[in-house]
């Protein structure tokens, strides 16, 4: 007997979370860095302090796609499994057989078209 797969819930998954608030925090401190950067130019404070928000920013927004693109895959391929596979039984098992009703078919048309061959060189 299968075990019954729940729907993977998004929101209950602290690392996915995780991954699209440092996805939003990287992105605001890059927009708030680079402003300081181009607004305050020719204050080396502000110059560096712009530079170093953006440059973490980055580091963050990495570490954050890190973290929702393994969750995403992975919920991905349980919505997959669960769809395709277990309500959909009959598409995928007709989809299994098609490669060899497809070999079957062209081998069909080749002994047809050999046979005609044949029959016109024997005439």
């Known amino acids: 007997m299968e075990a019954i797969e729940s729907k993977p819930a998004w929101w209950k998954d602290k690392k996915l979370l995780a991954g699209f608030i440092l996805v939003f925090l990287s992105i605001a401190l ?3 860095g680079k402003g300081l950067f181009i607004v305050k130019f020719y204050e080396p404070v502000y110059l560096i302090t ?3 928000l953006w440059v973490s920013s980055w580091i963050l927004l990495l570490l954050g796609i890190f973290l ?3 969750e995403t895959v992975k919920m991905i391929q349980m919505r997959i499994n669960h769809h395709v596979r277990k309500t959909v039984k009959g598409t995928y098992e007709y989809t299994k057989g098609l490669p060899k009703k497809g070999y079957n078919y062209t081998k069909g048309l ?3 078209g050999i046979g ?3 029959k016109s060189l024997t005439k």
């Open 50 to 52: 712009g530079l170093s």
């Open 116 to 118: 005609k061959l044949k």
């Open 30 to 32: 890059g927009l708030y």
């Open 68 to 70: 929702v693109g393994w």
């Open 110 to 112: 080749h002994k047809k």
